[in-house]
């Protein structure tokens, strides 16, 4: 079967880092991707690994461990607009589609 | 360029009415996948297009739902005898090659059953 866990919620300060965890669980995977959702907006592409591994990009850096089913999200530098909904997103099935969850709502506080 | 669009941005309808959403994804884009969010809620794989692959219309809810892409470009999905809880937005994506690749969001159709 497939299955998805992100925290619902997280809080952080301006300046500060933060670390989304995602674990998953899907046939036939490709890779994870990381989606942004500002309130009221689309989804748009963050970073995908598809490999084992850090993956940065500017403040944000996405990782991969596919022994363990496992990924992150980290935000460095926190600003106010980094305040949105993170979705990871394993690829799988027989054609890659992507599996996207609840996603996690992170709060930035000034 | 033009992103992805899509038609009309909000709609409100009766109960057991027919409704016809429409999107226009990046040109040159093989790929196109429909989505449905409810409020708060996470993104509910619907239906992908690949080519001129058969369509995996693995996630759609039930057979009032039925899309289709014409000429590997624009599509149109469909939701015969609507039901409350069809209300949602409903999000239409495209993207080059594989569905792991980016994939680009259009502003999505806020569809309101009452």
């Known amino acids: 079967g497939q299955s998805l866990e992100q925290p619902s919620e997280v809080t952080a300060v301006e300046g500060a880092i933060v670390q989304i965890n995602c674990t998953y669980q899907?046939?036939?995977?490709?890779?994870l991707s990381w989606y942004q959702q500002h309130d009221g907006g689309a989804p748009t592409f963050l970073s995908y690994?598809?490999?084992?591994g850090l993956e940065e990009t500017g403040r944000f850096s996405s990782f991969l461990s596919r022994s363990d089913s496992y990924g992150y999200l980290l935000l460095q530098e926190l600003q106010m607009k980094d305040s949105a909904s993170y979705f990871c997103?394993?690829?799988?099935?027989?054609?890659?589609?992507?599996?996207f969850g609840k996603g996690t709502k992170l709060s930035v506080k000034p | 360029g033009a992103g992805v669009s899509q038609s009309p941005s909000n709609k409100v309808t009766e109960k057991g009415k027919d409704v016809e959403l429409r999107c226009d994804p990046i040109?040159?884009?093989?790929?196109l996948y429909w989505y449905r969010q409810s409020l708060g809620q996470g993104l509910e794989f619907l239906i992908y297009?690949?080519?001129?692959?058969?369509?995996?219309k693995s996630g759609l809810p039930s057979d009032r739902f039925s899309a289709e892409r014409t000429g590997g470009s624009v599509s149109t999905l469909t939701i015969q005898r609507t039901q409350q809880e069809d209300s949602a937005v409903y999000l239409c994506?495209?993207?080059?090659?594989?569905?792991?690749?980016?994939?680009?969001f259009g502003p999505g159709t806020r569809l309101t059953v009452l």
């Open positions: 994506a495209s993207s080059l090659g594989e569905a792991y690749n980016e994939q680009f």
């Open positions: 899907t046939s036939g995977f490709y890779g």
């Open positions: 690994n598809a490999l084992d």
């Open positions: 997103a394993p690829s799988g099935g027989s054609q890659g589609n992507l599996i």
């Open positions: 040109s040159g884009h093989t790929a």
């Open positions: 297009f690949q080519g001129n692959s058969a369509p995996d």
